[in-house]
């Protein structure tokens, strides 16, 4: 299958969808299955869906010139041809080095929060086990990137082709992507947008007892709500933690923040306002990880280091996902503002857990909460080449996982200064 052609032709012949299936020899399909454990039929069916996916959500910000701007800069630097060189070992251990940190850079670009939600239909929908999701999106990543990179090497790929080619390709992916999951630009996910949509069902007469039901079911509800409220909520996991103070729980998913939260942000000390090199000021608590990133960062006598991390102190996930709660917006907002006032800065995102359960698991759901960090700093302005982001699982514990206080230190999300006045580690 010939698939060196402009942005412009694409369509003529194939839709971009087959080209960049076609892409994947038979050794690769079956390298990809016997890393992730599962049967090629079912590979096949997923990585379909994981690359309907990801140009689905590509199409979905089509309009949005200074974020496919940010695409196609990606692959600048000879980046484009070394993914295209690397799709046989991708297929065979996963993406690694720079390759790695490049895709550990898109994904999160292009969906956002959402892209352990993603995965998981993915999964589902291909009938594969729950981890194998985010290594097809890994597997999807750098066949996309380097089906453009082809267009980006013959100079015929720019952020105005791209949008239109990806506009045209839009409804070409619907059969393939996984149940629930949209194309449209209203309901696709999105760093901006939710993934997944209400289903819509064509109204018709209902018969007579629905509306009495209807009550009864919303009165119902209504009770089991109250009651909820007035119950003591179940201890539940947190990814953030503060030294010497005891993390707030994560919530259950649609569940209320709690009181507990703010009660043990308030050990963090009076807010304060701290200056920024901008001019610009945040107001932040006085032992909170702001003020002591910024103090190092205006500390020049402080070097970088690989083993000099900041633990955010309030961040809040739902329990088991990826998913940031509302309530750590200030602290992500914090954050990169402290970023965009030193724009010489690189940091490294890392998300760690404690040692209960399956390690597999636990390596993927701290990849996937360092990665949703990095994508929320992303939409609050700073520019993704500054950033990456590694899950470490139960690797690097800062506390003693026998005990109930120990293992709440080690499942954390931490930032590690990488370069801060190009002495880059």
Known sequence: MNISIGMQEMHMANSMLESILGMVTPDMKQALASRLGEPTAGVQTGLGAATASTLSGLADRASDSGFLSQITGLLGGGMGQNILASLPSIASSGPTGAVGEVVNRFLPMVFGTQQGAV???ITQAAGLSSGSGLGLLKMAAPLVLGYFAKSHSAGSLTTSSLANALRAEAPNLQSYLPAGLHSSATTMASPARAAFATPVVAARSSPRWIVPLAIAAALLLGLLAIRSLMSPAPPVRTAATVTNVPPPPVQEPGAPVSHTAPAAWASLGDMMKVKLPDGSEINVPSRGVEARLVSYLNDGSAPVSDTTWFDFDR??????????????????????????????????????????????ANLQLSQQRADSVMAQLTQLGVDPSRMTAKGYGQDNPVADNSTEDGRQKNRRISLRVTDKAGSAT
């Open 315 to 360: 961040l809040l996930f739902d329990t088991g996902q990826a998913t940031l709660q509302p309530a750590s917006q200030d602290q992500l907002t914090d954050i990169a503002d402290i970023l965009k006032a030193y724009p010489q800065v690189k940091i490294r995102i890392g998300g760690y857990t404690d040692n209960t359960g399956d390690p597999a």
């Open 119 to 121: 995965a998981s239909a």
